[in-house]
Each structure stands twice: as structure tokens, then as C-alpha cells.
T-cell receptor, first 110, second 114 residues
Framework: DAKTTQPPSMDCAEGRAANLPCNHS???????VYWYRQIHSQGPQYIIH???NNETNEMASLIITEDRKSSTLILPHATLRDTAVYYC???????????FGKGTRLHILP | NAGVMQNPRHLVRRRGQEARLRCSPM?????VYWYRQLPEEGLKFMVY????????ESGMPKERFSAEFPKEGPSILRIQQVVRGDSAAYFC????????????FGPGTRLTVL
């Protein structure tokens, strides 16, 4: 079973920042927070991952609370192409399988 | 740099036939993972393979499903005597090392059983 809780859906206006929350209150000390997204039935796409420090790459930023029980994925300037299902996953680094939950369906509104 | 390749992209089979799904990992990747996505559901892990070895098949149905990753050639997911409930999207992913910081996913094979 997935160890994360995400809202089933969210809306965001095009050009604004999309902030996607994730709760992972039972996360273990050696588990990382990963984010993937799936655009319209394509294969999932890796976005970002982190352990306890905030992370940023060309796609997004990941903010992890100090107690590591929740995190937020930030898409700084959402576009229509960011419409997708976003999955928050906790897993041990180098664990073989990814356990996907139901994710958040993000709608970008023009 | 070619990504993970899967073929066929769409496959139609009648009940009782066999389905063979192929996955070519990214260049330099020796770890392959198969996932299944039923309609309107999330992805479920099926099996993890390295070259010539099955490492974790905890998500594979006990009957009719098998997977291999030979020394040469693509990984194959084989479904014998398909039933309507096997209709789904099957995704393959690959990584450089076990688990890997990233698993790179292919475009999937959509299996329809008539």
C-alpha cells in the first residue's frame, strides 16, 4: 500500500505556481520522497526526489517539512502541458519497486 | 539517446491467446521493471529483473504470467491464455543500478483482450 496521502485533484491557473501537497506521516529515516507524473496515459516521468533538504531542478522544487511528515511539490510557472496525475512516493533509495498511490490529478486552467 | 522502448504499443488478443510484450531498456541500463495499470487505476509493480535473473516477482500473478530478461535482447513479459481482465496498460522501466535514483519509463503497451 502507498504510504502517502494526496488530494485527488487540484486546479491551478496557467502561469501561476502549482503547489501539490503530500502527507507521509509514517516515513522512515532512510526513506526518500519522490515525485513522478503521468501525462495522459503516457509512461510516468520522474520529477524530483529528496531526503530532508529542499531540492530544486529545472522542472520543480520540493519542500520537505522539518519533521519530514509532509512535503510540497512546486511547479513555479504552470503551463497547460503540466496537466497530469502527480504521484508522491516514499521509498528507500535503491529499493527495487515503486509503489504508486492514486496521485493528484492537476488541471491547469487557461 | 534512445529512451526505454516498448513494442508493440497496442496489442489486441482474443481470450485464450498469448500476449508477448517487449521492452528494450535504455542504453547502459541492466535493471528492468514491469508495471501494470488497469483502467482508471494507479500503476502496480509486477516484477524486477536483471540480466538473466528475476530478482523480485512479488507483484506477478501466480498463473499465466512470466517474465524474462535474457543476456541478449529485450525483456519479455508473457501472458498465456489471456482473459478480459488482463486488458491494461503495461509499462516497463529501466535503471542503471538497483532501484536507481530514477526509473525511466517506456511509453507502455496497451493490451486489449476481446
Amino acid at each position: 500500500d502507498a504510504k502517502t496521502t494526496q488530494p485527488p485533484s487540484m486546479d491551478c491557473a496557467e502561469g501561476r505556481a502549482a503547489n501539490l501537497p503530500c502527507n507521509h506521516s509514517t516515513i522512515s529515516g532512510n526513506e526518500y520522497v519522490y515525485w513522478y507524473r503521468q501525462i495522459h496515459s503516457q509512461g510516468p516521468q520522474y520529477i524530483i526526489h529528496g531526503l530532508k533538504n529542499n531540492e530544486t531542478n529545472e522542472m520543480a522544487s520540493l519542500i520537505i517539512t522539518e519533521d519530514r511528515k509532509s512535503s510540497t511539490l512546486i511547479l513555479p510557472h504552470a503551463t497547460l502541458r503540466d496537466t497530469a496525475v502527480y504521484y508522491c512516493i516514499v521509498r528507500v533509495l535503491r529499493d527495487d519497486k515503486i509503489i504508486f498511490g492514486k496521485g493528484t490529478r492537476l488541471h491547469i486552467l487557461p | 539517446n534512445a529512451g526505454v522502448m516498448q513494442n508493440p504499443r497496442h496489442l489486441v488478443r482474443r481470450r485464450g491467446q498469448e500476449a508477448r510484450l517487449r521492452c528494450s531498456p535504455m542504453k547502459g541500463h541492466s535493471h528492468v521493471y514491469w508495471y501494470r495499470q488497469l483502467p482508471e487505476e494507479g500503476l502496480k509493480f509486477m516484477v524486477y529483473l536483471q540480466k538473466e535473473n528475476i530478482i523480485d516477482e512479488s507483484g506477478m500473478p501466480k498463473e499465466r504470467f512470466s517474465a524474462e530478461f535474457p543476456k541478449e535482447g529485450p525483456s519479455i513479459l508473457r501472458i498465456q491464455q489471456v482473459v478480459r481482465g488482463d486488458s491494461a496498460a503495461y509499462f516497463c522501466a529501466s535503471s542503471w543500478a538497483q532501484g536507481g535514483d530514477e526509473q525511466f519509463f517506456g511509453p507502455g503497451t496497451r493490451l486489449t483482450v476481446l
